[in-house]
């Protein structure tokens, strides 16, 4: 589950507890108010059928309308210290509803519809609120019995529970929403950091992410990436030196051993073993070299990325190079096929570009067989682009093969690599420059016999 999914659920979780919460305390408050209301009306209710009572029985004459009058629209009875019934009103002596001596009040359903009381109801059963209260006045004790219709607050309550509940649906949903948004705009820096971060690799270690200057815990994360990264592109550097530094020192002594060898086998009087044993030395030297001027090559290429830059027929380079081959592929028998559609002027480093050539004409006539076909092809694309193909019939190269031909010492034959020869950098040293000069290579292999390096360099826009 993504971050930004269980970001947008704990978000609606915890929205929706304390919705749910508030919601219930609200409920609650709202089904004790009206009865705090009606306790309020009820007491002054009292108070007053008790005050007029008091003053009734003191003038010696009780007035029954005067009662009668104070008490409409509400269930009354008004008793003595002794419990004897002194009043009851209209509805009283209708409807009969139990006392109890509670210090709250209490509802009693009945059948009765509302609207006989109130004539804007509708006919829902009505039930009546009651309280008893003890009122003293002038030195006498009253209980007064008192009540009043009221709606049917149970269904009320049904009706408020449904609409919290609809309310707490449509709040649930537009929470979700929100925390969604919400959640993907506090991971945006997390999604451009990692995008940032795939954009780095060994070949751009001096790229940095650029901080948000928020000074929070992003900028923490930004801070501690960009460091590890210097400490990378320090370590990547260093190895590359050192490598640089190595095949440079080796290659004078190894230069020296080769020459030593073959003076030593210009002599004539030499037996027979001892000259095999130096021919296989001074080709074993012959291939330290070329490992040697290999790994200066890719370590110059590693170390100065820069390019000289001019502008040259891309088409006579080509040609020139296929010049140094004709004796290697008379000798194994190898035919050469050039198709060059015109001259093709290209701005880039003609000596790269020339390694470039070299090394793909003689990694197709080394994994080539006698009696085979090279094709060179240079073209211009649709888009201006110009496209470099160089074709040889081979052994076929699996998937696999073909997915890490690029990488540094890597070769596919590796069970006949020493009658290849080659030391599996051309190929890595080829795919860098194309790089530096801003192109894309891909390579093909066919089940027909045909492997083709295709090579991709597009205008460069001022």
Same mark, same amino acid.
């Given at each position: 589950?993504?971050?930004?999914?269980?970001?947008?659920?704990?978000?609606?979780?915890?929205?929706?507890?304390?919705?749910?919460?508030?919601?219930?305390?609200?409920?609650?408050?709202?089904?004790?108010?009206?009865?705090?209301?009606?306790?309020?009306?009820?007491?002054?209710?009292?108070?007053?059928?008790?005050?007029?009572?008091?003053?009734?029985?003191?003038?010696?004459?009780?007035?029954?309308?005067?009662?009668?009058?104070?008490?409409?629209?509400?269930?009354?009875?008004?008793?003595?210290?002794?419990?004897?019934?002194?009043? %009851?009103?209209?509805? %009283?002596?209708?409807?009969?509803?139990?006392?109890?001596?509670?210090?709250?009040?209490?509802?009693?359903?009945?059948?009765?519809?509302?609207?006989?009381?109130? %004539?804007?109801?509708?006919?829902?059963?009505?039930?009546?609120?009651?309280?008893?209260?003890?009122?003293?006045?002038?030195?006498?004790?009253?209980?007064?019995?008192?009540?009043?219709?009221?709606?049917?607050?149970?269904?009320?309550?049904?009706?408020?529970?449904?609409?919290?509940?609809?309310?707490?649906?449509?709040?649930?949903?537009?929470?979700?929403?929100?925390?969604?948004?919400?959640?993907?705009?506090?991971?945006?820096?997390?999604?451009?950091?990692?995008?940032?971060?795939?954009?780095?690799?060994?070949?751009?270690?001096?790229?940095?992410?650029?901080?948000?200057?928020?000074?929070?815990?992003?900028?923490?994360?930004?801070?501690?990436?960009?460091?590890?990264?210097?400490?990378?592109?320090?370590?990547?550097?260093?190895?590359?030196?050192?490598?640089?530094?190595?095949?440079?020192?080796?290659?004078?002594?190894?230069?020296?051993?080769?020459?030593?060898?073959?003076?030593?086998?210009?002599?004539?009087?030499?037996?027979?073993?001892?000259?095999?044993?130096?021919?296989?030395?001074?080709?074993?030297?012959?291939?330290?070299?070329?490992?040697?001027?290999?790994?200066?090559?890719?370590?110059?290429?590693?170390?100065?990325?820069?390019?000289?830059?001019?502008?040259?027929?891309?088409?006579?380079?080509?040609?020139?190079?296929?010049?140094?081959?004709?004796?290697?592929?008379?000798?194994?028998?190898?035919?050469?096929?050039?198709?060059?559609?015109?001259?093709?002027?290209?701005?880039?480093?003609?000596?790269?570009?020339?390694?470039?050539?070299?090394?793909?004409?003689?990694?197709?006539?080394?994994?080539?067989?006698?009696?085979?076909?090279?094709?060179?092809?240079?073209?211009?694309?649709?888009?201006?682009?110009?496209?470099?193909?160089?074709?040889?019939?081979?052994?076929?190269?699996?998937?696999?093969?073909?997915?890490?031909?690029?990488?540094?010492?890597?070769?596919?034959?590796?069970?006949?690599?020493? %009658?290849?020869?080659?030391?599996?950098?051309?190929?890595?040293?080829?795919?860098?420059?194309?790089?530096?000069?801003?192109?894309?290579?891909?390579?093909?292999?066919?089940?027909?016999?045909?492997?083709?390096?295709?090579?991709?360099?597009?205008?460069?826009?001022?």
């Amino acid at each position: 589950m993504k971050i930004r999914t269980r970001i947008t659920l704990w978000a609606s979780l915890a929205g929706l507890v304390s919705t749910a919460v508030l919601s219930v305390i609200v409920f609650l408050w709202g089904l004790e108010t009206p009865y705090e209301f009606l306790d309020q009306e009820l007491e002054i209710r009292a108070q007053t059928m008790a005050n007029e009572m008091g003053r009734e029985q003191a003038a010696g004459e009780l007035h029954l309308e005067i009662l009668e009058l104070f008490s409409r629209l509400y269930w009354t009875k008004v008793y003595d210290a002794n419990g004897r019934l002194l009043f %009851a009103s209209e509805l %009283a002596r209708r409807i009969n509803l139990p006392k109890k001596m509670w210090d709250q009040g209490y509802l009693i359903p009945t059948d009765i519809p509302l609207n006989q009381f109130y %004539a804007e109801e509708d006919d829902q059963p009505a039930g009546f609120w009651n309280r008893v209260f003890i009122v003293p006045v002038d030195g006498a004790i009253y209980q007064v019995h008192v009540a009043r219709p009221v709606e049917n607050l149970v269904g009320e309550s049904i009706e408020s529970v449904l609409v919290i509940g609809a309310a707490l649906l449509v709040s649930t949903l537009i929470l979700i929403g929100v925390s969604y948004l919400v959640a993907g705009k506090i991971l945006h820096p997390i999604r451009e950091i990692n995008r940032l971060t795939r954009e780095i690799t060994a070949r751009t270690l001096e790229k940095r992410i650029p901080l948000t200057n928020n000074h929070d815990e992003i900028d923490q994360l930004i801070a501690s990436l960009n460091a590890m990264f210097n400490r990378l592109q320090h370590s990547f550097r260093r190895q590359k030196e050192f490598i640089a530094n190595a095949a440079h020192e080796l290659k004078t002594p190894v230069t020296l051993l080769r020459l030593s060898v073959e003076e030593t086998l210009q002599h004539e009087h030499l037996p027979a073993p001892i000259q095999e044993k130096l021919l296989a030395q001074e080709r074993a030297l012959a291939r330290i070299g070329l490992l040697i001027k290999n790994l200066l090559d890719l370590s110059r290429l590693e170390l100065r990325d820069e390019l000289a830059r001019e502008l040259f027929s891309l088409t006579e380079l080509f040609f020139s190079v296929t010049q140094e081959f004709d004796a290697l592929l008379y000798e194994q028998d190898i035919r050469l096929v050039c198709c060059f559609d015109g001259v093709h002027l290209f701005a880039g480093d003609r000596e790269k570009m020339r390694r470039v050539a070299i090394n793909l004409l003689d990694n197709a006539v080394r994994y080539n067989h006698r009696g085979g076909e090279i094709r060179c092809l240079l073209a211009t694309g649709d888009s201006g682009e110009t496209i470099m193909t160089v074709a040889n019939t081979g052994p076929f190269i699996d998937q696999t093969d073909l997915d890490r031909i690029f990488d540094q010492f890597y070769r596919c034959e590796k069970s006949r690599s020493a %009658a290849h020869g080659g030391v599996g950098l051309g190929l890595t040293i080829v795919k860098r420059i194309v790089a530096l000069h801003g192109g894309r290579i891909a390579v093909e292999s066919g089940e027909d016999g045909w492997n083709a390096f295709r090579l991709l360099f597009f205008p460069r826009r001022s």
